[in-house]
């Protein structure tokens, strides 16, 4: 059974950049019929899909979040990161990871973790 | 992007009673090539994550009950709960990811009367 577990600062300041990872743990990271998601859900709201990357680093982020979203994969550690740079009070949320297998879809996901950008 | 309507924002059921929502894609999410539908439901319930329920259009999640079912086509879809439980409280979701970026709805609240 796959297992997702997301890790990182749950404070940053204003115009920092917010760093987070993945942990994959139970499953075959490599595998080409899968790739790993990061989804957002701001207080009290609905879900926003901020992007994908793949084992072999391909990547693919949300046009809202404009230039400030880079993602990595550490095939080694069997790990993903996020980085969103310039962040704001708006960007305070609960931070997903999620595996998304090609037919389907979102079928794991880390239990999230909550970070607020405050001075 | 493609935009996700879902209807009811809130949805009261009674237990042991039938519950349907409703979601409406601005695009097609039909894939031509492949045929299949990706347009997926998702249901986060209290303090939880969100849990995958169907995918494409139609096919349960392993472990979920056969209480849910998914239907539709191109851009009117819709879930059913035949019998609603009272673990089935919580946002319910749909999601397209037939093109990036993937959009959700923005949830259906069901709660038990």
């Known amino acids: 059974q796959v297992h997702l577990q997301e890790s990182g600062p749950g404070l940053v300041k204003p115009s920092q950049t917010l760093s987070l990872t993945c942990t994959v743990s139970?499953?075959?990271?490599?595998?080409?019929?899968?790739?790993w998601s990061w989804i957002r859900q701001l207080p009290g709201k609905g879900l926003e899909w901020i992007g994908y990357i793949n084992y072999s680093g391909m990547t693919y982020h949300n046009p809202s979040l404009e230039s400030r979203v880079t993602m990595s994969v550490e095939t080694s550690r069997n790990q993903f990161s996020l980085k969103l740079g310039s962040v704001t009070a708006a960007d305070s949320a609960l931070y997903y990871c999620a595996s998304v297998h090609m037919l389907r879809g979102m079928d794991v996901w880390g239990r999230g973790t909550t970070v607020t950008v405050s001075s | 992007e493609i935009v996700m309507t879902q209807t009811p924002l809130s949805l009261p059921v009674i237990p042991g009673q039938p519950a349907s929502i409703s979601c409406r894609s601005s695009?097609?999410?039909?894939?031509?090539?492949?045929?299949?539908?990706?347009l997926d439901w998702y249901l986060q319930k209290p303090g939880q994550s969100p849990q995958l329920l169907i995918y494409?259009?139609?096919y349960r999640a392993s472990g979920v009950p056969d209480r849910f079912s998914g239907s539709g086509s191109v851009t009117d879809f819709t879930l059913k709960i035949n019998s609603v439980e009272a673990e089935d409280v919580g946002v319910y979701y749909c999601?397209?990811?037939?093109?990036?970026?993937?959009?959700f709805g923005q949830g259906t609240k069901l709660e038990i009367k």
């Open positions: 139970g499953g075959s990271f490599s595998s080409g019929d899968y790739y």
């Open positions: 999601m397209q990811r037939i093109e990036f970026p993937y959009t």
């Open positions: 494409a259009l139609s």
């Open positions: 695009q097609s999410l039909l894939d031509n090539d492949d045929g299949i539908t990706y």
